[in-house]
């Protein structure tokens, strides 16, 4: 009864074809895993909008008498966490907790770490919707990496208290699939800001967005192009010629400072920082076949895809996506609408588990990224049925840290570990359950959600007397 | 009036025994906790299909001699589920226009004789995959335009439309939501269209002669929309209005009351602020469990609480898919259970949870009699759970539509199938 979401909204406006410029061929870099993030010069400006996020208050807290699913380990039952100065302090059987802690008695429910969304538009697409509202693609040009998501967050969206009573405490928002190249991502914490500066997860590496087959087709067929496949790929391919050029000539500048500095091209300057390895990519792309060539794309330019989103038939090529070390973030079983979704399978979260990729739940939907636990549990009985079992162990890491390596900080959030940022969720039941949600949720140690008290449930200043508070509709 | 009455008989009832579906074989289930979802649940109970009709159901049920036995002991035996909001037969794929057949084009939106269901494909590979999760019959409803068509209600089985139709049709479909989307401008005007459209239903009615002799003013709808339209002001088809806010329920319900029509409510994002009312008003609501945001100015008090508080006031529910995304429609009509476990999650019980995917859209769409509960009589659409239904890591173990069990593979179980075992080249994988 409702219209699927589609997040291709065409703007108006003329269409240039991405301008080719000839250059040497570079030499293919190594793309191993190491590689990603160590960028050594940079733009001229690096973080012009910088963080301004500061952690909530919090107390030090322990939850006893849970079962932790820690994505770093087997589950531990009957186990305690203390969480101290926003970060996880302890976690094990027993932790020593300090007298002034506040004790919350788990009662045997369930603790994970807080869940890590790699595939958001909140904010870009804020509800209640509308034109208005509507500015996740930047339609007016097949080729735009000059712009950057944070500048359309909205942080008044009332999608975002949502998601964190869903458990999500990291979000990555994306700009949509309508452009090749559609240009920065922003990784945020679901917290409530005045500004999305206030948001902004301190430190997290941009992202780009790429998006391959049917969507930049459609949207430029008629408007200048591309109007086919083969024009997506020559749009790529033209677009990181250029690329390569432009860094070589800030590289070289930067080492020497001989002379009058290039000229800056903020489209540029993305791609450049891509090419050095201190942004990644993030691309939409469904069918194996298209994703091998994007992979040969990559390998021609010197860069690395962290991650396929949607990518419905990764199954196809999960040998492929082990090997090149490209993560597969996924839905458990969405596809058939449109003819690039055709194939999609149930057990593609276990197929690509067992190739030995990383799996991420993902959502592309401010629905459904309030249940990714429900999402990896239909993903995890599609596995079982055909005899891929997936373990909690094993599927916590899907929605935790495997996003998080995903954005790049698998080394401060996605797991409970001693040492990492206190986002916690106390689920009132096993994450798996359809009956489960989450009951209370921590970001940096600060409760930012609490499913038992009205007054620990934010309300965005949009919902303020247009939506009626009721308390328990978390 | 003659022709009105040969109108009116256009109803169809088909009664199941067509050769698709003849299966003179008896099959016993036994040891089930059943759930005949129209009774009490029954420990132990045994449920016995004959020629395609369930033929028994109750704790000390004589196995007849012959009968293929299935053992659901520690297991859930329930009706087959109906998904009473689908578009599935109709919309193979969203983005390929030349499987979409939903959509009437209608006259100044309005589309009333628009019988989605001869559009129907029976071979739609999204049947398959709904009937493995336990989807033995759905509703397959038109959409767009102010009045968008007649929906029909039909089993999951093989062969032709003739063949899969319950019931045709099964209500009238209006959606009072976004006045754009019906080519008028303000809310107000939806709700006059729609009364215009039924005073002309009204007068066709009663000036039919005038109207074959040409003497009756020009009408808001075409012949064929009108005539379509007089069994929902006779009470007889429902009038299902998709709609979300409270102001426009209100309004719908006005209208209703005026007209003496039959009015369900459909989507209904704010229903439960008017929750008693629609109660009072004998009026069921057909929504979901998993959408809870204020996804546009209409839908603002948008909740997961909705179909539990909705029960809570006596209100009848069924359950649809109401996330707003992943094609719950079409190829995820199958998720109707989750969407039920949601519905337990936020407060409604286990046992309406049930009703409101099975016996509760049956009886809406006047099959109760045909489909929805574990009774005598009814069609043998049994599904033998391995647990609770509403639970991810349950599996649908025997579904059974019209007495014949299914199995078959889907289309995804065949991918599976040939890219299990991935080659070492890029090659296709050989068969397997």
């Known amino acids: ?474 | 009036m003659i022709s009105y009455k040969l109108i009116t008989r256009t109803v169809i009832t088909l009664l199941g025994s067509t050769a698709a579906t003849l299966n003179a074989q008896t099959i016993a289930i036994t040891g089930g906790k059943v759930y005949p979802v129209s009774g009490p649940v029954i420990e132990n109970g045994t449920v016995i299909i004959t020629n395609g009709k369930i033929s028994a159901v109750g704790a000390n049920v004589p196995i007849p001699a012959g009968a293929q036995r299935i053992d659901a002991t520690g297991k859930i035996v329930t009706p087959g589920f109906v998904n009473s909001s689908t578009q599935l037969g109709v919309q193979e794929i969203a983005q390929v226009n030349d499987t979409r057949d939903m959509t009437a084009r209608g006259k100044d939106n309005i589309a009333a004789a628009f019988t989605v269901w001869e559009g129907l494909n029976p071979n739609s590979v999204m049947m398959a995959p709904a009937r493995k999760e336990g989807v033995t019959s759905f509703v397959v409803v038109p959409t767009g335009g102010l009045i968008a068509g007649q929906a029909a209600l039909v089993d999951v089985v093989p062969g032709t439309t003739t063949d899969m139709l319950v019931r045709a049709p099964v209500a009238m479909v209006a959606e009072v939501g976004d006045p754009q989307s019906a080519g008028l401008n303000s809310r107000g005007e939806l709700i006059v269209k729609l009364r215009e459209v039924l005073e002309d239903t009204r007068y066709f009615q009663s000036h039919r002669d005038a109207f074959d002799r040409a003497q009756t003013r020009p009408f808001a709808a075409s012949r064929l929309d009108l005539q379509a339209l007089i069994p929902v002001i006779e009470g007889r088809l429902p009038l299902l209005v998709t709609v979300d806010r409270e102001a426009d329920i209100d309004a719908a319900m006005r209208l209703a009351r005026d007209y003496n029509v039959k009015l369900m409510i459909g989507s209904g994002a704010e229903a439960w602020m008017m929750a008693d009312k629609l109660a009072a008003a004998h009026i069921p609501v057909l929504t979901g469990a998993e959408n809870n945001i204020p996804a546009g100015f209409a839908a603002l008090g948008q909740r997961q609480e909705n179909a539990g508080l909705l029960r809570k006031a006596g209100v009848e529910v069924a359950l649809i898919g109401n996330a707003g995304g992943g094609d719950e429609e079409a190829f995820n009509v199958r998720n109707l259970r989750q969407e039920a476990g949601n519905a337990v999650s936020y407060g409604m019980t286990w046992d309406d949870a049930l009703r409101a995917v099975t016996l509760a859209p049956a009886e809406f769409f006047g099959a109760g009699d045909r489909v929805g509960s574990l009774q005598p009589g009814r069609e043998g659409n049994v599904v033998v759970w391995s647990g609770d239904p509403f639970e991810f890591t349950t599996r649908a173990e025997h579904v059974f539509v019209r007495g014949r069990e299914y199995h078959e593979k889907t289309r995804q179980d065949l991918l599976i199938e040939r890219y299990r075992n991935l080659p070492a080249t890029h090659n296709t994988p050989p068969p397997q």
């Open chain 1, 1 to 474: 009864m409702r219209a699927f979401l589609c997040l291709l909204l065409i703007g108006a406006g003329a269409c240039a074809s991405a301008p080719s410029q000839t250059t040497t061929s570079p030499t293919p870099r190594d793309t191993t895993q190491a590689d990603v993030g160590r960028g050594a010069t940079s733009t001229p400006n690096a973080d012009p909008f910088p963080s301004t996020y500061v952690p909530f208050p919090s107390r030090t807290t322990v939850i006893r008498n849970v079962n932790l699913l820690t994505a770093a380990g087997p589950l531990i039952r009957n186990g305690a966490i203390l969480l101290q100065n926003g970060k996880i302090a302890a976690v094990g059987a027993t932790v020593d907790a300090p007298a002034d802690a506040l004790v919350i008695d788990g009662a045997g429910k369930y603790v994970t770490p807080g869940i890590v969304d790699d595939h958001s538009h909140l904010g870009v697409y804020a509800a209640p919707g509308g034109n208005a509202l509507s500015d996740g693609n930047e339609a007016t040009n097949p080729t735009t990496p000059q712009v950057w998501a944070e500048h359309s967050v909205w942080p008044q969206d009332p999608q975002f208290p949502r998601n964190l009573a869903g458990g999500v405490t990291t979000l990555q928002v994306l700009p949509g699939s309508a452009n090749l190249i559609g240009g920065r991502s922003v990784v945020l914490k679901v917290v409530p800001g005045r500004t999305v500066q206030a948001m902004k997860f301190p430190g997290a590496k941009y992202g780009l967005k790429m998006a391959c087959g049917e969507n930049p087709k459609r949207v430029y067929g008629q408007r200048g192009g591309p109007s086919t496949r083969m024009g997506n790929v020559a749009g790529y391919r033209a677009a990181w010629i250029r690329a390569v050029d432009y860094r070589r000539k800030w590289d070289k500048w930067n080492a020497d400072h001989k002379g009058d500095p290039p000229t800056r091209d903020l489209g540029l300057e993305t791609l450049a920082e891509v090419l050095r390895g201190n942004m990644l990519v993030h691309n939409h792309c469904y069918r194996a076949d298209e994703m091998a060539q994007m992979i040969d794309i990559a390998h021609e330019f010197g860069y690395k895809i962290r991650s396929f989103h949607h990518g419905v038939e990764a199954y196809k090529i999960a040998d492929l996506l082990a090997k090149e070390g490209i993560a597969g973030s996924l839905w458990a079983d969405w596809g058939s609408f449109k003819m690039e979704a055709l194939d999609a399978v149930k057990a593609n979260m276990a197929l690509v588990n067992a190739a030995g990729a990383r799996v991420i739940v993902h959502s592309d939907d401010p629905s459904g990224s309030q249940r990714l636990n429900q999402e990896a549990a239909k993903a995890m009985e599609a596995g079982a049925e055909i005899g891929l079992p997936v373990s909690e162990d094993q599927a916590i890491k899907w929605l935790t840290i495997n996003p998080a390596w995903a954005l790049g900080l698998d080394d401060k959030i996605g797991s409970l570990e001693a040492g990492k940022n206190a986002d916690v969720i106390l689920w009132t039941g096993d994450p798996f359950s359809v009956y489960s949600k989450p009951e209370k949720v921590w970001v940096d140690g600060a409760l930012l959600f609490d499913r038992t008290d009205p007054s620990q449930q934010w309300r965005t200043d949009f919902e303020l007397g247009f939506v009626p508070f009721t308390g328990t509709s978390r």
